[in-house]
């Protein structure tokens, strides 16, 4: 990689924060479904599982010291799934608020969520601030839940903020630059991403952190999410690594 990496926020920059391994990484869960299939399970039982492998990949990614971990755990699209699964998804979230927040106390990991997430309703909704809230000062690793999350709209989101502040003359349009943009994400918090990583085989971005991955190594591994384990989780920062001695400079 030749050009620095423009900054997508305050605190932006890639790897080197508390070794050579990425300081963030993102991760999109592919193949639940067809893991459940290959087993001749419900769906949901794929989903169930996946929700262990995000248990796993959250406790590696934590003793790796990586800084951020984001997970795409529904997209915008996935309104289009039967309702039946809909409904499995969002009691699943619930089960894993319920059942992991005192984990991500332990381990004192911080919650934070992108992505519209007030759709999934009042009582889901209420449960998810509360976790974050409950989480707000620690400081060991933040989890990221993409929850009706799609980075188009995002973007969208951002320029009608930043369209509304020129109007209001609180911003001049000509220092509208890569920087302020990034600032206007709801990644703004966090550093650059680093590595991201999709499973089941898939090469697509399907919509996830377009603007942040613009300098992202992407990872696509053949591995179903609900068999992602720890080891596949030091694998791919491994793999992160060799290219890093490859290409080095940054
Ligand atoms: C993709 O597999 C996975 C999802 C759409 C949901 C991801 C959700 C989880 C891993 C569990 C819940 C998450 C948390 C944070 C508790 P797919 O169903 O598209 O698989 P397929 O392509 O094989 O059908």
Not at 138 to 161: D, K, M, P
């Amino acid at each position: 990689m030749t050009a620095a990496p423009a900054a997508t926020g305050g605190h932006a920059s890639h790897g080197g924060g508390r070794g050579d391994g990425p300081r963030h990484v993102a991760i999109i869960m592919d193949g639940n479904g067809r893991w459940a299939q290959r087993k001749g399970l419900p769906r949901v039982a794929g989903h169930r599982a996946g929700a262990e492998a995000v248990r796993k990949t959250l406790q590696a990614a934590a003793d790796a010291g990586v800084e951020v971990l984001t997970i795409y755990a529904f997209s915008s699209e996935n309104w289009r799934r039967s309702a039946e699964e809909v409904s499995d998804l969002k009691g699943l979230m619930r089960f894993y608020l319920e059942r992991e927040l005192a984990t991500l106390e332990k381990e004192r990991v911080q919650l934070r969520i992108i992505g519209d997430y007030r759709a999934f309703g009042p009582e889901l909704s209420a449960r998810l601030e509360k976790a974050v809230e409950r989480t707000r000062t620690n400081t060991r690793l933040t989890l990221v839940i993409a929850l009706n999350y799609g980075s188009r709209a995002e973007i969208a989101a951002a320029c009608r903020s930043l369209a509304t502040e020129a109007r209001d003359g609180k911003i001049d349009p000509s220092a509208i630059d890569e920087e302020v943009v990034g600032r206007a994400l709801q990644t703004s918090d966090w550093p650059e991403l680093d590595l991201l990583i999709r499973t089941s085989g898939e090469q697509r971005l399907s919509n996830f952190l377009l603007w942040q991955a613009a300098y992202a190594e992407l990872l696509f591994v053949d591995t179903l999410w609900p068999d992602f384990d720890e080891a596949a989780f030091n694998a791919a920062l491994a793999s992160y690594a060799a290219r890093h001695r490859r290409f080095g400079g940054r």
